[in-house]
């Protein structure tokens, strides 16, 4: 077998038989082209033309599995402006628009799952100044970005969260999407319950693992009820360990028993990740591959995919070969090069364009946004491995801060 053959094989779903044309998947990113309005929330998170020509574009580029941005489960409470958003509450139209994104995506054999989300107490106070949460800890300042004391969700406020994701996911099917993502880490709701940083509540939705599972597991449960239909697919977005204080986060125990119990209840696909908005995961190749292969020998069925790092053919394929992953998650090497799988499969490429930033996770999640804008108007995508471009780019940051910079990274966290 070459080097990278092994990347183009198919892999087939546990629970859904759904079956993905390649090993290679590409992982949420926070795509701000849909709809806003700052004064009528019914006039938000509509796919615009941009965003379709977007997934038009990743569409042809050859990816096993396209996941999308975090679409928003509640019109008011977003991560970002400019969400794509399923509530209850929206014009009906919308699932005109979701239909021509999926066939946008799918046009050349891609399974497209889309994300779903909620914020929870993780949204800038200029969209929402009254957030929910698991308890009312309330987030840090980030980079300049302000968030409001959070108000614990009440028993019938955790009921209609899950309904919410549920009416979300049954939109997506109807739509014709293979599947959906729950985004379950990097410090938004699911993940706000699940943490014993951001959960000390008392009831059934707090304390033991189980119980600080139970929304997630609920949120699961109620997706193929109001589906119901066995072929569409589920996967859960976890952080293998939050990278916090010793015992103050999801440890790594926690997150393989979690997993064990998303196989249980038929999740296909586990992507791992990690970090927060308060603290963002390591910086080298292959960040979470080490917890991928102790996760590995706890999972007798459901998928597991690992996002973060990853840039050179040679290393993602060692880890399908070595059965530490069973895809490869990739996201910011398909903002700077869309059909980056494609070539990879060829042969052409061995290894994803590296940028000439100076160290800075400012700067390479700032330019990641630039080139999916870039992508989803139709222009020319900025090439950051020319040093040239990267210190205009600099510049013309400076120029701005730090509101354009802070609105930004209050969009774009865990871009990988």
């Known amino acids: ?87 209850r509450g929206l014009p009906s139209d919308y699932l005109d628009d979701y239909r021509v994104l999926a066939g946008a995506a ?74 959906v993502q729950l985004h379950a880490a990097h410090g938004y709701l699911l993940h706000q319950f699940l943490s014993p940083r951001t959960n000390n509540r008392t009831d059934d939705y707090g304390g033991s693992l189980l119980n600080r599972a139970r929304l997630l597991l609920e949120t699961v449960a109620e997706i193929k009820s109001t589906v119901n239909d066995s072929s569409f697919m589920i996967s859960v977005k976890l952080n293998c360990q939050d ?33 927060t908005y308060e603290l963002q995961s390591p910086s080298r190749e292959a960040y979470f591959i080490d917890f991928a292969d102790r996760l590995r020998p706890n999972l007798s069925w459901s998928k597991v995919c690992v996002t973060g790092g990853f840039r050179s053919a040679s290393a993602m394929a060692d880890a399908v070969r070595r059965n530490s992953t069973d895809v490869i998650g990739l996201a910011r090497p398909l903002t700077a090069e869309p059909l980056l799988v494609t070539e990879i499969l060829r ?47 600099i510049a013309k940051l400076q120029q701005e801060l730090p509101t354009a910079m802070s609105e930004t990274i209050s969009g774009y966290p865990g871009i990988f």
């Open 1 to 87: 077998m070459t080097d990278v053959a092994v990347l183009g094989q198919p892999v087939t779903f546990p629970f859904s038989k759904k079956t993905a044309k390649n090993r290679l998947m590409k992982s949420a990113m926070s795509e701000r082209l849909a709809t806003f309005s700052s004064y009528d929330p019914r006039m938000r998170g509509q796919p615009t033309e941009e965003l379709i020509r977007l997934y038009e574009t990743w569409g042809t580029g050859g990816i096993g599995i396209i996941v999308t941005g975090n679409i928003q489960v509640k019109k008011d409470h977003l991560e970002a402006t400019g969400n794509a958003i399923i509530d």
């Open 106 to 179: 799918k046009a050349c054999g891609s399974l497209v799952l889309g994300q779903l989300s909620h914020p929870g107490r993780q949204v800038p106070i200029t969209i929402q100044s009254s957030p929910e949460s698991s308890s009312d800890i309330e987030h840090p300042s980030v980079a300049g970005v302000l968030f409001a004391r959070p108000t614990p969700l009440t028993s019938q406020g955790i009921r209609d969260i899950v309904q919410r994701f549920a009416y979300a996911a049954l939109v997506l099917y109807k739509a014709g999407f293979d599947g």
């Open 243 to 275: 990278f916090l204080y010793p015992n103050d986060g999801v440890s790594e125990r926690e997150s393989i028993a979690l997993a064990k119990m998303l196989e249980y209840i038929g999740v296909d696909l586990v992507e791992v990740s990690g970090g």
């Open 347 to 393: 042969g052409d490429k061995l290894h994803a364009k590296k940028n000439k930033f100076p160290y800075s996770q400012t700067f390479h999640i700032t330019a990641a946004a630039t080139q999916i804008a870039e992508i989803g108007n139709g222009y020319d995508i900025t090439d950051f491995s020319n040093p040239f471009n990267v210190s205009r780019f």
